[in-house]
């Protein structure tokens, strides 16, 4: 069974800085899927970016980008020019290439974002 | 453009009452789940319906059942409410061949 861990309970950084969340899993598979998700305090769920795992090439949305280093299964999220706005709580998740399309989740990290 | 929609948003329930959430998505995706989120866990999936007239379940199924209505609608009922059931739920959607999943705004359901 795949699980995904998120290390960091809670993390803040200073307004502009850059901020790095971590994640690992594990899963015996060599075709899946990896996602950030943001959770504001509005409870919604929001994709922040996504990473298939053929391509090589990291992901980058906007100021979002992630470090996957699939032989050490690790998906790592940074938040460059850190802004108030981004204050949240931040769950890497895992799902399958199946039709099922099931997500298994870290534990979270909640990101302070400090004026 | 509502994507998925849950009702009730928010419940207090006492200890073996019964009750239903609802969840309805527009977007036509023929997969939907049901996931808990509880502090420290993440969130964890109950049930899930791949395809209509389909339900398997998920990681922490008991004491839960679902029907999947039709394709837009994927109910989750808790038959005799405990209080290790007070959570945050989230329904969510996807489609076939396309990545990533669209939640609902959660229910947060507190059993006494």
């Known amino acids: 069974a795949q699980t995904v861990t998120q290390s960091q309970p809670e993390m803040s950084v200073q307004e502009a800085e850059t901020v790095t969340l971590s994640c690992t899993y594990d899963?015996?598979?060599?075709?899946?899927?990896l996602f950030w998700y943001k959770q504001p305090p509005s409870r919604q769920m929001i994709l922040v970016i996504r990473?298939?795992?053929?391509?090589?090439q990291n992901a980058t949305e906007n100021r979002f980008s992630v470090n996957f280093q699939k032989a050490a299964k690790s998906f790592s999220l940074k938040i460059s020019d850190s802004q108030l706005g981004d204050a949240a709580m931040y769950f890497c998740a895992y799902r399958s290439r199946s039709n099922t399309g099931k997500l298994i989740f870290g534990q979270g990290t909640t990101l302070q974002v400090k004026p | 453009n509502a994507g998925v929609t849950q009702t009730p948003k928010f419940q207090v329930l006492k200890t073996g009452q019964s009750m239903t959430l609802q969840c309805a998505q527009d977007?036509?995706?023929?997969?939907m789940y049901w996931y808990r989120q509880d502090p420290g866990m993440g969130l964890r999936l109950i049930y899930y319906?791949?395809?209509?007239?389909?339900?398997d379940k998920g990681e922490v199924p008991n004491g839960y059942n679902v029907s999947r209505l039709n394709k837009r609608e994927f109910s989750l009922r808790l038959e005799s409410a405990a209080p290790s059931q007070t959570s945050v739920y989230f329904c969510?959607?996807?489609?076939?061949?396309?990545?990533?999943?669209?939640f609902g705004q959660g229910t947060r359901l507190t059993v006494v």
């Open positions: 319906s791949a395809s209509e007239g389909t339900t």
């Open positions: 977007m036509n995706h023929n997969s």
């Open positions: 990473q298939e795992a053929y391509k090589q």
């Open positions: 969510a959607s996807s489609e076939w061949g396309r990545v990533g999943a669209f």
């Open positions: 899963t015996s598979e060599s075709d899946y899927y």
